[in-house]
């Protein structure tokens, strides 16, 4: 068996087109949604994902804020920013891109937020609402991984997932979306301090990757027929990227993310519906 593949950048693409008109519809309503992203320091990485963010806003019609500063920047500097896109009318939606450099409050950075404007779903009180229920911008790569599992017709409910992970943008807010009773999934949270994760990983019908750690997921830990969505993000000396699953698992899985070219673009479009969301609650 070869896995199909779960396609990102195509569903990403289809996201994007169906976006394109809502913001045109917003701008005839006088309403012009505009992301801001703050981006510290001179992680390549970081650098390349905030350009795509906003590549992709142009695309779609969503004016650009940009807010660079270097990786010297203090606290206090970082929190100036805030403020400022707090207050700016022409930002209706921004994003702190993580991680920030070494010495920075992060927490902190995010709680000074103006949740309405949180277009990550990152704040403590849109994560809190999302434990408490109550509507909230969803965290951008866990709802790009549940959109892409339903595009494909993967059964989520009553499925075992393992998800590899206990970070902010992923780890943590995954299982909060996959046990909603929409969802209905039944979740085990792995991670570094995990016995045996093999144990685990062969008991799952869907399994998501995201703990950094290159081919991490080997293909005789996999369920034959399962799905398996790569999210872990290493480089090798080339600078190529490493995912958290090994080549091998596409011979066993039923569905596989590719990496890049799956999660990735699902977590830049999921920003972007968060952006257009907002821009429609607030146009009534
Ligand atoms: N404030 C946030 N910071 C971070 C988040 C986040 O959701 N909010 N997630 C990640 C990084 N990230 C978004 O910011 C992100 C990661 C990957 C991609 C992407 O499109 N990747 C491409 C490959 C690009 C490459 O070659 O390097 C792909 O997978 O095809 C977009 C966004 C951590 N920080």
């Known amino acids: 068996m070869t896995a199909q593949i779960l396609d990102g950048k195509a569903t990403a ?4 087109s169906e976006l394109t008109a809502r913001v045109a519809a917003l701008k005839e309503r006088g309403v012009t949604p505009g992301l801001g992203t703050v981006l510290v320091g001179d992680d390549p990485g970081s650098q390349k994902y905030v350009a795509g963010k906003h590549r992709d806003c142009a695309q779609v019609g969503i004016a ?5 500063l270097p990786a010297t920047a203090t606290q206090e500097e970082i929190e100036a920013v805030v403020r400022e896109l707090n207050e700016d009318p022409a ?4 994003i702190v891109q993580l991680p920030l450099p070494r010495g920075i409050d992060e927490n902190r950075i995010l709680e000074l937020m103006d949740p309405d404007k949180d277009a990550d779903g990152l704040h403590p009180m849109n ?8 509507p909230a911008p969803l965290p951008c790569t866990p709802n790009g991984i549940l959109t892409l599992l339903r595009r494909y017709g993967v059964e989520i ?3 075992e997932v393992v998800v590899v992970g206990r970070g902010v943008t992923i780890g943590r807010p995954m299982p909060l979306l ?14 570094t301090g995990t016995r045996d994760l ?10 998501i990757a995201a703990a950094g750690s290159p081919h991490l ?30 080549p091998g698992v596409a011979e066993v899985a039923a569905w596989i993310s590719p990496n890049p070219g799956g999660v990735g673009p699902m977590t830049r479009a999921q920003l972007l519906v968060n952006v257009v969301e907002a821009a429609e609650r607030s146009a009534g």
Do not use: F, W
């Open 198 to 207: 093999a144990a685990h990983l062969k008991r799952a019908d869907i399994v």
């Open 178 to 191: 996959l046990t909603r009773r929409s969802e209905n999934a039944t979740v085990t949270q792995c991670h």
């Open 217 to 246: 997921v080997r293909p005789e830990d996999v369920k034959p027929g399962a799905a398996v969505l790569d999210v872990g993000v290493s480089r090798n000396a080339e600078g190529k990227i490493m995912g958290d699953v090994h």
């Open 91 to 94: 930002c209706t939606g921004y």
């Open 13 to 16: 693409a289809a996201i994007k």
């Open 127 to 134: 994560l809190g609402r999302l434990v408490l229920n109550e």
């Open 157 to 159: 409910k009553g499925a």
């Open 64 to 68: 650009s804020i940009q807010r660079e």
